[in-house]
């Protein structure tokens, strides 16, 4: 079985620019996230999706972060326009039920993301 | 606020030493506790978790133990080996909500 894929795993752009990170869950994983760790920081949550709704965007760190599930499959978080403090590696997870049911997370391996 | 609080690394050991990763947390109510390591090139992986007060967790020869008094959950393994050589990231879930709250991450290098 697949695991949890993310891509692209590196991209380096310059401030002001657009950038798409995609996350492709575990087939049938109905719930997914999508966490950020800024270099040397802890790993933070930004959003939970349910299928492709969202459950939990308390995280998100501002207007510039737009997170969309079509279909409830895959996922992608666009950052328009970047900044410099946007740089770090974005985790997306996915678990088959929700965090109520004690499920467990499964991490990709992350997009390393550098804005110059 | 919920946060987690962990030893910094870079940590350098030789093979067979014993390893000790603190980690304390803040939390209200009674969180799950969890270990996760992330091996070079590669996502995160559940090592080891524990759900209430004095479970312990195990894995791979990893232990942790849920210390509700010192609001603990240091990780331990007795004999490290290379392949152990990865980031390890303690952390809760609160069990009513949706989300992860991380530690910093430890690097361990194990050396021959």
């Known amino acids: 079985e697949a695991g949890v894929t993310q891509f692209p795993s590196h991209s380096v752009i310059e401030k002001g620019q657009t950038v798409t990170l995609r996350c492709d869950p575990i087939?049938?994983?109905?719930?997914l996230y999508w966490y950020r760790r800024v270099m040397g920081k802890e790993i933070k949550f930004l959003l939970h999706f349910v299928k492709e709704s969202k459950q939990d965007e308390s995280g998100m760190p501002n207007n510039r972060f737009l997170a969309e599930r079509t279909g409830g499959t895959y996922s992608t978080l666009k950052v328009q326009p970047a900044e410099l403090e946007d740089s770090g590696v974005y985790f997306c997870a996915s678990s088959l039920g929700g965090p109520g049911a004690g499920e467990t997370q499964y991490f990709g391996p992350g997009t390393r993301l550098l804005v110059l | 606020g919920d946060s987690v609080t962990q030893m910094e690394g870079p940590v350098t050991l030789s093979e067979e030493a014993f390893l000790t990763i603190n980690c304390t947390y803040t939390?209200?109510?009674?969180?799950?506790l969890f270990w996760y390591v992330q091996y070079p090139g590669e996502g995160l992986q559940l090592l080891l978790k524990a759900t209430k007060a004095d479970d312990k967790g195990s894995n791979k020869g990893f232990e942790a133990t849920y210390r509700k008094e010192t609001t603990s959950f240091h990780l331990e393994k007795g004999s490290v080996q290379v392949s152990d050589s990865a980031v390890y990231f303690c952390a809760l879930r609160l069990n009513t909500g949706n989300q992860f709250y991380f530690g910093t991450g430890t690097s361990l290098t194990v050396i021959p």
């Open positions: 939390a209200t109510g009674y969180p799950s």
């Open positions: 087939s049938g994983h109905d719930n």
